[in-house]
């Protein structure tokens, strides 16, 4: 019943507006403290691009983190009904959306609009925008990178940059598979940027895997250090890894390109 009202346009409208109240209102009811922030100013003050990589079950509060130059930046979505109400949500921030993700197995008879999404994000790095992925997105295993934001890395010279919350007060929805976080009113909070990973335009498959592995240990590391700072509940990494990367990843990696992370 749920998932058929929200195919439709108007409540679709609604959830988008209501989301965007609470975000609004919380966000800026918590005290937040911002942790390795020097770069990231940097970033907004010469206008260079970057490509942030956020996990999934944290993209809640990724515009307080990204609170400047929201025109500047585009983040990838799936075409999916939260995709949907992400796209409406994101328009009232002027943040701009290239929809697409990776395709899913089960259905390779399904366009996910994976390989026309990563040439646009693509073409806006290498204009000078900045970007944003969930590098576990669309579908997990929660906290476990793919090779999206690797390989948009690599073809860009782009730098990506780990970003991460966590407040002292907050719902988990455990049953989500990203165990995606709600913050609540009034409570402290904290953000931390990671520093900037490069990829080499020819990293072999080896250096990829590298990258994508040195990726998702910072951001782990970030979000547990984020977690313990507030003291509240700590979320851990799913324990199946994501598949198709460590050993079996050389093919994958030389696979044409797909946007593999989608925020939702």
Not at 5 to 26: D, M, R, T
Not at 155 to 162: A, E, H
């Amino acid at each position: 019943m749920l998932k058929r009202l929200l195919s439709k346009p108007w409540a679709q409208e609604i959830a988008a507006f209501l989301a965007l109240l609470y975000v609004e209102l919380v966000r800026r009811s918590i005290r937040w403290e911002v942790r390795n922030g020097e770069y990231v100013q940097q970033v907004w003050d010469e206008n260079l691009p970057i490509l942030g990589c956020v996990w999934h079950g944290r993209v809640l509060m990724a515009l307080q983190a990204w609170n400047q130059h929201y025109d500047r930046m585009v983040a990838l979505a799936s075409r999916s009904r939260e995709g949907d109400i992400g796209s409406r949500f994101a328009r009232w921030y002027k943040v701009g959306l290239v929809r697409g993700s990776s395709r899913n197995n089960a259905k390779p008879q399904a366009g996910k609009g994976g390989e026309a999404a990563y040439r646009a994000m693509v073409s806006h790095l290498s204009a000078g925008g900045s970007g944003a992925v969930t590098p576990d997105g669309p579908r997990g295993p929660r906290m476990r990178a793919g090779y999206g934001a690797i390989r948009m890395a690599r073809d860009t010279g782009v730098p990506i940059i780990p970003v991460t919350w966590s407040t002292r007060r907050k719902t988990v929805l455990h049953k989500a598979w990203d165990q995606h976080c709600l913050p609540h009113f009034f409570t402290r909070g904290i953000i931390i940027w990671g520093d900037p990973i490069y990829v080499a335009k020819a990293a072999t498959a080896e250096e990829m895997e590298a990258a994508r592995l040195l990726l998702e240990t910072r951001l782990n590391e970030l979000t547990r250090e984020a977690d313990e700072a507030c003291g509240g509940e700590i979320i851990e990494p799913d324990s199946r890894m994501r598949p198709g990367t460590g050993a079996t990843a050389r093919g994958i990696i030389n696979a044409p390109a797909k946007a593999e992370g989608a925020k939702r």
